[in-house]
């Protein structure tokens, strides 16, 4: 494989295509490692979660010229002040991180990454710090085997519960066999609640751009009556929602859901519809309509959707949130990974 470096973002640009095809042959192929999504991160360095940083993208092609393999990275100072080469994503808002390469060759692409950095044209770092990789993902075994050779030293540290379901494309056997009777019962009848109520109640998935500002300004606005969210958006993370929101749905994979009372938005769900998934990224409420517990009854709306439409998996991401299991979720997590020459 021949390795370069990418270090501008109109250099990165002119990948855009190669990038997403070889993400979707990729062992993880998930939202967060799509070009637009990383684009429209670096723009605002994760709506100001980091104060500075610099573009170091490795790619591997083969000798041919076919796209082997990309490590999306930026150099930066990491929380506890080193110079760190770390994902592009990286922390807070982007779930799942990871290479991008085919599995038959991940494990090339990795050692040659790693003896890259060892060598003289390596930047200036103090370790490979990298966060939210997926426990099973194939880069994990395969960084620890290139560290090994090169004679890095490698920590791993859990992180977070991902808590998902698994769907079986069908409502009624979703609620029968994975929800426990009491959540069921529960489900059911805070749906029926809502649509008894007597004041209109509709649930719609936004499809045009030309409203979408608009509906992401609403979104926000529910997002925010929690306090703790308020807090979080920032007018820099503002900004990159919009943005990463606005390049989901120009790429066919955002999942933007509101439930509307007597014409209200009373609840709102982020999410990205991608490889046959639904990505829950972030969710908001308005408090003033809490007795028709909105957001439960949004979740079983979509979660009704995806058996209906054959997704595969509804994936709650990060976060241990009770509700989360309630609707029949289960675990799995995500690591951190320090590398040191």
């Known amino acids: 494989m021949n390795f370069t470096v990418i270090r501008t973002l109109a250099e990165m640009e002119t990948l855009a295509g190669e990038w997403n095809t070889l993400l979707t042959e990729s062992a993880s192929d998930v939202p967060f490692l799509r070009y637009e999504y990383l684009a429209a991160w670096w723009q605002t360095l994760g709506g100001g979660e980091w104060p500075a940083g610099e573009l170091y993208v490795v790619i591997a092609r083969h000798a041919g010229g076919k796209l082997a393999g990309i490590a999306p990275l930026f150099l930066t100072t990491n929380r506890a002040g080193e110079r760190a080469l770390m994902f592009l994503g990286s922390i807070e808002i982007s779930d799942y991180l990871d290479v991008l390469a085919r599995p038959a ?6 050692a040659g990454l790693i003896e890259m950095l060892s060598g003289p044209q390596a930047p200036n770092f103090d370790l490979l710090d990298l966060y939210n990789l997926p426990e099973g993902s194939p880069s994990l075994p395969a960084l620890v ?24 494309g069908d409502w009624e056997k979703y609620l029968a066999e994975q929800v426990d009777k009491k959540q069921r019962h529960e489900i059911r ?5 809502a649509e008894e ?9 936004v499809q045009d751009e030309a409203s979408l500002q608009a509906e992401m300004d609403e979104f926000l606005r529910l997002m ?16 990159q929602m919009h943005a990463a929101a606005r390049a989901a749905l120009r790429a066919g994979w955002l999942q933007l859901a509101f439930l509307e009372v007597d014409g209200k938005k009373a609840a709102g769900y982020l999410n990205f519809d991608y ?40 994936d709650f991401m990060r976060g241990d949130e009770e509700y989360k299991y309630r609707f029949g979720a289960i675990d799995r997590h995500i690591v951190r990974v320090k590398m040191r020459r």
């Open 105 to 110: 060759d991940l494990g090339d692409f990795l």
């Open 145 to 168: 085997d290139a560290a090994h050779e090169r004679g890095w030293t490698l920590e791993q540290e859990l992180l977070q519960h991902c808590p998902y379901v698994a769907l079986p």
């Open 189 to 193: 009848r805070k749906m029926r609640r």
């Open 197 to 205: 109520s007597g004041l209109p109640v509709r649930w719609y998935i």
């Open 224 to 239: 925010a009556q929690d306090p703790e969210k308020g807090r979080f958006l920032t007018e820099s993370m503002r900004t």
């Open 275 to 314: 490889d046959n998934h639904i990505w829950v990224y972030n969710s908001g409420l308005d408090f003033n309509f809490r007795e028709l517990s909105p957001g439960w009854v949004l979740l079983g709306y979509l979660l009704q959707w995806a058996n209906q439409n054959q997704r595969g998996h509804f």
